[in-house]
């Protein structure tokens, strides 16, 4: 898998018939090794880490309904009463981030109410704060650390 603007860290992966596995230490399970599941992989390592967020407040590919649709977020962190504080989308290296990119972010926030966005495809990373007053986000030179 190609070298990403992450730290590396020591995955456990495996060969199975037809695929490349990647152990999900969040969700306990072997997952097909897609670029974008090798970016999910390192930004948990790296919020965990790096930003010493607490694993038990991290959800990966939550369920929301959006327009009777179902979605999936790829990283949401709850602060510690339970409601979500950080939204992360993940994209695959070659995937260029956009501004649909952030429009798909933009609307899982209607839902979630969540205070920062951040999207990464692992070599590019945007952070945001969310400004509900003024219906945008401003953008952030780094994710704050958890405290």
Not at 5 to 19: A, M, R, V, W
Not at 20 to 36: A, G, M, W
């Amino acid at each position: 898998m190609q070298k990403l603007n992450l730290p590396t860290y020591p995955f456990k992966l495996k060969n199975s018939e037809k695929h490349t596995l990647i152990f999900d230490n969040l969700r306990k399970k072997y997952f097909v090794l897609t670029p974008e599941e090798w970016v999910r992989q390192h930004f948990v390592c790296f919020l965990i880490d790096e930003k010493k967020y607490p694993v038990s407040l991290i959800a990966l590919e939550k369920q929301l309904i959006i327009n009777n649709r179902k979605k999936r977020t790829d990283i949401v962190i709850f602060n510690k009463e339970g409601n979500p504080d950080i939204i992360v989308e993940c994209k695959a290296p070659h995937i260029k981030i956009s501004q649909d990119t952030f429009d798909q972010i933009a609307r899982y926030n209607l839902k979630l109410r969540a205070n920062y966005l951040i999207v990464t495809n692992g070599l590019e990373h945007f952070f945001c704060k969310m400004d509900f007053k003024k219906e945008t986000y401003i953008f952030l030179k780094d994710i704050p650390t958890y405290n």
